[in-house]
């Protein structure tokens, strides 16, 4: 059975109720969807979850608390005292989870496209990526560790290989407690936690793939130029058309909010005019089913992030209480 997971709480609701919009208009509301717990904060989340009969809310706590222990043991205690572990992490949940072929996207995103082709490809590979973080490796690595040239054969590997969390398809079962516990071994008798990103799961992900050998396909390194889309909210030039984004004519397989706070969403779904890329396409799938709630907005917003006069619009933002 084919799924998509996402992971969240009441905090990013708004962003998950559009994520599960997108999917209902853009792949078919058949498709069954499970939301992994960032946390205990469920209340708004599971009731919007029980109206989905193809969304359930995953409640396995004995796989929730494998994973927390794995996390754990990834770092040395005193780097997990110093960068706090979220609950992230607990998107590895899939590979123990409901579906046997699986993409995850994360709960700031919006799917455009049917993933079809996206769950083909794993019949070649066992992780499929489409996105851009080989730009930005030292995301993903501590690119000073010399255990990075050690364990892997050279630049090019690592550019093909690293992806971003945000979205990827895979499949049950890759990471058994066998394979956790070798993995674990290298990353603390053997020091390989060093090379990893200090903080965050995204970097666990892409050493647990790359150190497993397993291949890995990247739409967004392999395809030609003149058919490959980008999807982050940070690329100005995409466009909107009957609500679905096109890059250079292209169709987006997703859109990614990345670096939009879910404190400013959620404020603009209350009706604070604050403004943020792509702002009316978020907005029309976060009230798919309900047009009438949708907040109406007559005016330039004040920009979530503008970078003039930072000391002013630090001001406005605490004023709208979206400031933290």
Same mark, same amino acid.
């Given at each position: 059975m084919q799924g998509i997971y996402t992971l969240g709480n009441d905090v990013v609701y708004d962003q998950i109720v559009a994520l599960l919009n997108s999917i209902d208009a853009n792949s078919g509301s058949?498709?069954?969807?499970?939301?992994?717990?960032?946390?205990?904060?469920?209340?708004?989340?599971?009731?919007?979850?029980? *109206?989905?009969?193809?969304?359930?809310?995953?409640?396995?706590?004995?796989?929730?608390?494998?994973?927390?222990?794995?996390?754990?043991?990834?770092?040395?205690?005193?780097v997990n005292k110093k960068y706090k572990i979220s609950g992230l992490h607990r998107r590895f949940c899939g590979f123990n989870g409901l579906f046997e072929r699986f993409v995850y996207m994360d709960a700031d995103t919006l799917l455009m496209s049917p993933l079809d082709f996206v769950f083909k490809k794993l019949d070649e590979y066992d992780c499929v990526v489409y996105d851009f973080q080989h730009f930005f490796p030292q995301r993903i690595y501590n690119l000073q560790s010399p255990k990075l040239t050690e364990i892997f054969p050279n630049q090019e590997f690592i550019d093909s290989q690293i992806f971003c969390s945000g979205f990827y398809a895979t499949k049950r079962g890759l990471f058994d407690q066998e394979k956790c516990k070798w993995l674990l071994s290298h990353l603390q008798e053997d020091g390989e936690w060093e090379l990893l990103y200090p903080k965050g799961d995204q970097t666990v992900l892409n050493y647990m793939f790359m150190r497993s050998g397993m291949p890995i396909y990247n739409f967004g390194y392999q395809l030609p130029k003149t058919s490959r889309t980008g999807n982050?909210?940070?690329?100005?030039?995409?466009?909107?058309?009957?609500?679905?984004?096109?890059?250079?004519?292209? *169709?987006?397989?997703?859109?990614?909010?990345?670096?939009?706070?879910?404190?400013?969403?959620?404020?603009?779904?209350?009706?604070?005019?604050?403004?943020?890329?792509?702002?009316?396409?978020?907005?029309?799938? *976060?009230?798919?089913?309900?047009?009438?709630? *949708?907040?109406?907005?007559?005016?330039?917003?004040?920009?979530?992030?503008?970078?003039?006069?930072p000391s002013l619009v630090k001001r406005i933002l605490r004023k709208l209480n979206l400031s933290r």
């Open positions: 058949e498709i069954p969807v499970c939301v992994f717990p960032f946390d205990d904060r469920l209340e708004r989340l599971s009731a919007e979850i029980a *109206r989905r009969p193809n969304v359930s809310l995953y409640d396995n706590q004995e796989v929730i608390d494998y994973w927390d222990q794995f996390i754990a043991g990834v770092r040395p205690p005193s982050s909210v940070t690329s100005n030039h995409f466009e909107e058309k009957d609500h679905i984004m096109y890059d250079k004519g292209n *169709r987006l397989t997703y859109l990614h909010y990345i670096g939009i706070m879910p404190s400013v969403m959620e404020a603009v779904c209350k009706g604070k005019n604050v403004d943020f890329p792509y702002r009316d396409v978020f907005l029309h799938y *976060r009230y798919l089913h309900e047009p009438e709630k *949708r907040p109406v907005f007559t005016t330039s917003g004040v920009p979530y992030n503008a970078s003039s006069k």
